[in-house]
């Protein structure tokens, strides 16, 4: 049994800490896991609840969610909420370091007690919530240390997530009660390969990321809310009368601690204000025994105002039941205040909250919200568009206060204003994008001799995707024996870009047939091939580095590109994974090929692709190639060093698409970081004609892949019966192969020379060029560099303007090395644009300068063929 054990340093019952907790163990339990969660009562002083012992609590939460506590802290000497307090005081606060021995002693005791609870309940995963905020640095520093024991012991890899809700620079702020920046006395974050971070937000990972460097892997798991409207049905149908709000009131909802921070009073205030207009009640749903001096002051505060009828302080009320499962306890839940309510409130203080779950509760429950604006609220709601009034003042502004009657009172306003917020909500903080990052990170388990995960991004591939994966589960050995290559050695990810011609059911059909190869389903919900590889290559990685050590995660593990139009030949990957492991590698590039017989009846066509490829090898096997998306593996440290697959955005037809040359942009990057390449010749792939079989003009015109520096995969599968196959006119043959060559020659000779010009000291490289053209190359490089002010060639498509002029520059000397190097039929440069034809030489490359940087009308980019052709 799989156990997964959590934590709440927040020491509350129930909190947006507690629930998002137990939306999170929720995937985990539907795993399978048994789920055990300690509430942190022996953890933080300041909320009266050291040594109580459980009492009604696990009837707040699902029935599989077992209260679990450290034992005997009782009997630690000295350990107690006033020495926890004086810990935070005196070393936190004011760096008074005389009790950091006693801060050691009980630290190791601790230690000892969490590994044997662990020990005995056989924990496999680990939650914290909060833990690095320093409220207690003895139970954080003994978590840290049973980290490393445990995992270390049990071979657990990474094995804990640590999600921090609240850190020193946001809880709190300006009272010093952690101490100052860069907070010395805090616990720092453990780095180990047992741990990954959690940030609510990116600018929780951004200030986290400043503030502990030495901690590479955080990501940003966003507070998950179920999408689905709350309603009024038979379970929850008596809400309003046992609570005493009339049928007919409007209804505001809060749900919340009730205690200073969180600003009742405003609320009480809004009663007040709208009473004379409006029959409103608020309910507000939280423990009132948590600060007794607050919850006198507002009960006292509705008294002053005359609302005391109209507030109904209703005490705890379950986690939304969609999130967490039905209360072990029964009775009622938030969802079920959730559909009685008209708007749900969140008056909170500017700097306390840090993130406002109730405002997403509201969304996903399609109920229009209000707000305060505290800090935070751009950052996680307001900057995605969300609709809601907005309280800028202290107390209600008239504004403010009448913003809020229209919503309450026009139904058909706040009907749309929920439709727009729900369905906005979906994008943003559905579940499943929860799902995706913890199936990444820690719920799909990868193989202990997995050296290799294939990453096939499809969309509507139906009708060829059974071949492909045939192809890749028959994989065999490349020493000639025949035998299959290991099926524990690979792994295969297929990434879903929004199929809907069964695709994704067809796959998991094969899986299912085919159990011996790991067959894993993800889905990437932003359409382009660009998304779906970085999402499959970030499945794999994230996988792969979280294992234990002894696993194949000692050795050099391989992400591998390959596109589900085109099949691999049998020993792809065993030539691949070996040539990669000989020469160690960060990059390798396959040999990619048509099939000759497909093109027995269109001589000019193959012609034109057969002379491409020829210049492709040669210049393969000289610079070692760049990645295609159709094959190429790159190891894994190599693939993280460079930030992954990085996306480019641009414009077609006034809307923002994803860049088709993520696959050479990474390369790009890959390289530029010290990362070597090879190309494996022998590795190989067939590429999928289709796009010559049925977008024949665009390839000879050049457009195959969009125009004007728009690089896009437009999808050319015929609908129906597909034309009939023709071969090129001579006139079509020639303008398809100078798209070609000019297409090759910057992107495969000149950008390889730009990345690193000492290339042209190498001898292979000055035998191509000869030593004349080398050094005039070499010389130019360095112009152009100084020239356009240029730190490196790396940023996406830094490097197309000088490429673009190298080749204008030194064209009939590279066609020159070219035909020698390939063969005669190579021929000479195609004509010149007509524009550069009428420019006098002794400007020539000055002009040429003004057309490649022409990027309004984007002409050089279409006399390039704009990114591709064959």
């Known amino acids: 049994m799989a156990v997964l054990w959590g934590v709440s340093f927040d020491a509350t019952p129930l909190s947006g800490v507690v629930v998002e907790f137990v939306k999170t163990a929720r995937h985990f339990h539907d795993r399978g896991y048994e789920v055990h969660l300690d509430l942190g009562y022996d953890i933080k002083a300041d909320k009266g609840r050291f040594f109580v012992p459980y009492r009604d609590e696990a009837r707040l939460l699902p029935p599989w969610v077992r209260l679990s506590r450290l034992p005997g802290l009782d009997t630690v000497d000295g350990y107690d909420a006033s020495l926890v307090t004086a810990v935070l005081q005196e070393v936190v606060e004011k760096g008074d370091v005389r009790l950091l021995p006693e801060v050691e002693r009980i630290t190791d005791a601790l230690c000892a007690r969490v590994l044997a609870l662990w020990e005995s309940l056989g924990v496999t995963r680990v939650l914290v919530e909060n833990g690095t905020l320093p409220e207690n640095i003895m139970v954080t520093r003994a ?474 090898a040669v210049a393969f096997a000289l610079f070692g190639g760049f990645p295609d998306g159709k094959g190429f593996a790159v190891e894994r440290t190599a693939h993280d060093r460079a930030g992954g697959i990085e996306i480019f955005y641009q414009l077609q037809d006034g809307h923002f698409v994803n860049h088709l040359s993520d696959d050479w942009d990474f390369g790009i990057k890959v390289s530029a970081l010290g990362g070597s390449r090879t190309y494996v010749p022998d590795s190989r792939v067939e590429i999928n004609p289709r796009r010559v079989d049925h977008a024949l003009e665009e390839v000879v015109e050049g457009r195959a892949y969009g125009s004007h520096g728009t690089i896009v995969m437009r999808d050319i599968r015929p609908d129906g019966e597909a034309s009939a196959e023709r071969d090129l006119t001579a006139e079509e043959a020639l303008r398809a192969w100078e798209f070609s060559i000019k297409d090759f020659t910057p992107k495969n000779l000149l950008l390889p020379l730009l990345l690193d010009p000492d290339l042209l000291t190498t001898e292979p490289v000055r035998e191509f060029f000869g030593a004349s053209l080398a050094d005039a190359l070499r010389q130019r490089i360095a112009e152009l560099v100084d020239e356009m002010r240029i730190v490196d060639f790396t940023p996406i498509h830094a490097y197309k303007t000088p490429s673009f002029r190298l080749y204008f520059e030194f064209a009939d000397a590279l066609f020159e090395r070219l035909r020698a190097a390939v063969g005669d039929d190579i021929g000479h440069p195609p004509p010149l644009p007509p524009c550069l034809e009428e420019i006098p030489r002794d400007r020539f490359r000055e002009f040429v300068a003004y057309y490649c940087e022409d990027r309004e009308s984007g002409e050089a980019h279409d006399y390039f063929g704009n990114g591709g052709v064959f």
């Open 143 to 616: 978590l840290q240390k049973a980290i490393t024991v445990h995992g270390a012991r049990h071979r657990l890899g990474r094995f804990v997530l640590w999600r921090d809700h609240d850190l020193m620079w946001q809880s709190e702020p300006g009272t010093g009660k952690y101490g100052s920046p860069p907070y010395p006395h805090v616990p720092p974050l453990l780095d180990s390969v047992h741990v990954r971070y959690l940030a609510l937000h990116e600018r929780a990972r951004t200030l986290t990321r400043a503030w502990a460097p030495h901690v590479r892997d955080i990501d940003v798991l966003p507070n998950a809310f179920p999408r689905r409207p709350a309603t009024v049905g038979p379970e929850n149908l008596t809400f309003r009368a046992e609570h005493a709000v009339p049928h007919t009131a409007r209804l505001i909802a809060r749900t919340t601690r009730i205690i200073p921070q969180k600003r009742i009073d405003r609320d009480i205030h809004l009663v007040a204000a709208l009473a004379p207009r409006t029959d409103v009640r608020l309910l507000v749903a939280g423990d009132t025994g948590e600060d007794p001096h607050e919850y006198r002051r507002l009960t006292s505060l509705a008294r002053e105002l005359g609302v005391t009828d109209r507030v109904v302080f209703a005490g705890w009320l379950a986690p939304d039941t969609d999130a967490a499962g039905a209360p072990a306890g029964g009775g009622h839940s938030v969802r079920d205040l959730l559909a009685h309510a008209d708007l749900v409130s969140f008056l909170t203080s500017y700097d306390y909250e840090s993130y406002g779950n109730p405002i997403g509760e509201a969304i996903a429950a399609k109920v229009p919200y209000i707000t305060s604006g505290y800090e935070l609220y751009p950052t996680v709601y307001g900057d995605k568009g969300f609709r809601a009034p907005v309280l800028h003042d202290d107390l209600p502004t008239p504004a403010f206060v009448n913003e809020v009657a229209q919503l309450l009172n026009d139904d058909t306003l706040r009907s749309a204003t929920a439709e727009h917020n729900h369905r906005l909500g979906n994008r943003h903080f559905g579940r499943s994008s929860a799902e995706r990052l913890l199936d990444r990170l820690v719920l799909t388990p990868m193989g202990a001799r997995t050296r290799m995960s294939v990453i096939l991004p499809v969309y509507n591939e139906a009708a060829n995707l059974r071949a492909v994966l045939e192809s890749l589960h028959d994989q065999r050995t490349s020493d000639g024996s025949g035998r299959r290559l290991d099926p524990e050695l690979y792994e295969i990810v297929l990434v879903d870009n929004n199929s809907t011609d069964g695709t994704v059911e067809l796959a998991k059909a094969f899986a299912a047939e085919h159990p011996d190869l790991p067959l894993h389903v993800v889905h990437e919900p932003e359409q382009g091939v660009s998304c779906a590889r970085r999402t499959g290559m970030r499945f794999a990685a994230d996988r792969s580095a979280g294992r234990p050590a002894g696993t194949a995660s000692d050795d050099r593990f391989y992400l591998v590109s390959a596109d589900a139009d085109c099949q691999v030949d049998d020993t792809w990957l065993s030539t691949l994974l070996t040539a990669m492991d000989d020469i160690g590698a960060d990059l390798g590039v396959c040999d990619y090929y048509y099939r000759e017989e497909h093109f027995r009846d269109r001589p000019r066509l193959w012609d034109a692709i057969s002379r491409t490829l020829r210049c492709r």
